[in-house]
T-cell receptor
Framework: DAKTTQPNSMESNEEEPVHLPCNHS???????IHWYRQLPSQGPEYVIH???SNVNNRMASLAIAEDRKSSTLILHRATLRDAAVYYC????????????????FGQGTILTVHP | EAQVTQNPRYLITVTGKKLTVTCSQN?????MSWYRQDPGLGLRQIYY???????DKGDVPEGYKVSRKEKRNFPLILESPSPNQTSLYFC??????????????FGPGTRLTVL
């Protein structure tokens, strides 16, 4: 499986933008880039995903490098509720078999948001 | 409200006493999965199910059993719990179609302590 690399931790101030980076230099052409986050004492929750183009949804934006070897999750205005562990995960849409469905979580980035 | 529920949320038990953690989803998802989360090891998949009566091992299945008799339910069974199964457990579900890009929904977690 292609691996991702994320900083262990990042800090932000409330209402400021946050850019969470993820490196995935061995990404394959059939890998989607997914982001999940885990708020304290909760299960992981889906944030956003993309394949090649930048993506926006109500929670965040995902900027994908042209060579797809890195991506950045953007929280436009961080709130205290955004303090969580953020996971960047690659999902191969052509995998099937025993790889199907499994999310391979790394250590993620711990985001601290200061009031 | 679309959700994955788990029960119990907290459980303290003793070695060898059989227990079941229930998981239920109301989204008509075909795919369901169990993960455990341990400090320093992240989330690891225990078992998964592609549909009713179809289950398979994940990365860490030893000491666990599952069943899928109904589409909405996917209980995790510990026949003879041991202290090394003390962990935080998450159930997840998703549709199968478009598995590279579909999102998984996670339950709130069950914190199990085996004495």
């Amino acid at each position: 499986d292609a691996k991702t690399t994320q900083p262990n931790s990042m800090e932000s101030n409330e209402e400021e933008p946050v850019h969470l980076p993820c490196n995935h230099s061995t990404i394959s052409g059939t890998d989607y880039i997914h982001w999940y986050r885990q708020l304290p004492s909760q299960g992981p929750e889906y944030v956003i995903h993309g394949l090649t183009s930048n993506v926006n949804n109500r929670m965040a934006s995902l900027a994908i490098a042209e060579d797809r070897k890195s991506s950045t999750l953007i929280l436009h205005r961080a709130t205290l509720r955004d303090a969580a562990v953020y996971y960047c995960i690659l999902r191969d849409f052509d995998a099937g078999g025993t790889s199907y469905g499994k999310l391979t979580f790394g250590q993620g980035t711990i985001l601290t948001v200061h009031p | 409200e679309a959700q994955v529920t788990q029960n119990p949320r907290y459980l303290i038990t003793v070695t060898g006493k059989k227990l079941t953690v229930t998981c239920s989803q109301n989204m008509n998802h075909e795919y369901m999965s169990w993960y455990r989360q341990d400090p320093g090891l992240g989330l690891r998949q225990i078992y998964y199910s592609m549909n009713v009566e179809v289950t398979d091992k994940g990365d860490v299945p030893e000491g666990y059993k599952v069943s899928r008799k109904e589409k909405r339910n996917f209980p995790l069974i510990l026949e003879s719990p041991s202290p090394n199964q003390t962990s935080l457990y998450f159930c997840a579900s998703s549709f199968i179609a478009g598995y590279g890009y579909n999102e998984q929904f996670f339950g709130p977690g069950t914190r199990l302590t085996v004495l």
